[in-house]
C-alpha cells in the first residue's frame, strides 16, 4: 500500500499561485509514476499532469500547459504542483494519484493509490 497525503490548497485571487504537495508513505515511492487529478462539482475527475518515475518525463493537460509544473522527490517522497496564473475555473478538489508502473497516463482508472484531495478555490 501507498498512502498519499495531499497539502497547499487555498484561496487565492486569479492570477494567483499556490503549489500542492503531495506525501507518500508505504510501499516504494520511487519506482511509481505520479500524477494530480482534480474533480470541480458535477464534473468527473480529469487529468491534469503526470511525472515519470524518475522525473525524466512530464504531461500535461492543454488547460494547464505553460501554467502549471509538476515535480518529484524521491529522497523525500514528495510529488508537487506548481500553479501559476490560476483562473476560476481551475477551482476544484485536486488529488494525487500513484501507479504501480513507471510511467504516466491521462485516465484515473490506470491510478492504484489517491490521496484525499485538497480544495483549491481561485477567485475572480
Known amino acids: 500500500q501507498v498512502q498519499l497525503v495531499e497539502s497547499g490548497g487555498g484561496l487565492v485571487q486569479a492570477g494567483g499561485s499556490l503549489r500542492l504537495s503531495c506525501a507518500a508513505s508505504g510501499r516504494t515511492f520511487s519506482n511509481k509514476a505520479m500524477g494530480w487529478f482534480r474533480q470541480a462539482p458535477g464534473k468527473e475527475r480529469e487529468f491534469v499532469a503526470a511525472i515519470t518515475w524518475n522525473g525524466g518525463s512530464t504531461d500535461y493537460d492543454n488547460s494547464v500547459k505553460g501554467r502549471f509544473t509538476i515535480s518529484r522527490d524521491n529522497a523525500k517522497n514528495t510529488v508537487s504542483l506548481q500553479m501559476n496564473s490560476l483562473k476560476p475555473e481551475d477551482t476544484a478538489l485536486y488529488y494525487c494519484?500513484?501507479?504501480?508502473?513507471?510511467?504516466?497516463?491521462?485516465?484515473?482508472?490506470?491510478?492504484?493509490?489517491w490521496g484525499q484531495g485538497t480544495q483549491v478555490t481561485v477567485s475572480s
Open positions: 494519484a500513484a501507479r504501480r508502473y513507471s510511467t504516466g497516463s491521462f485516465y484515473p482508472y490506470d491510478y492504484d493509490y
